[in-house]
């Protein structure tokens, strides 16, 4: 399956330098995830995951990583 690099963001904050990157990937066939390996899936469409964003708890880099996302806004 082949995976595509969209962007990557450094982060200065903590105890020494980090990076967190988003890379793309289509599966064939749709996503089959595990019950026993996470509580909730789905898909959002765009208007519930901006509302969400501010609902749901997130690690630090992801409204970040989120304004940054191509669908979503400037690389």
Do not use: K
Not at 10 to 35: K, S
């Amino acid at each position: 399956m082949p995976v595509r690099h969209l962007f990557t963001l450094p982060r200065r904050d903590g105890p020494g330098p980090r990076f967190l990157a988003a890379h793309e990937a289509v599966v064939p066939g749709g996503v089959r995830p595990r019950a026993d390996d996470i509580s909730w899936h789905g898909l959002l469409s765009a208007t519930e995951l901006e509302r969400t964003l501010g609902a749901w708890p997130f690690t630090p880099d992801s409204h970040e990583a989120h304004r940054r996302h191509p669908a979503f806004g400037p690389v």
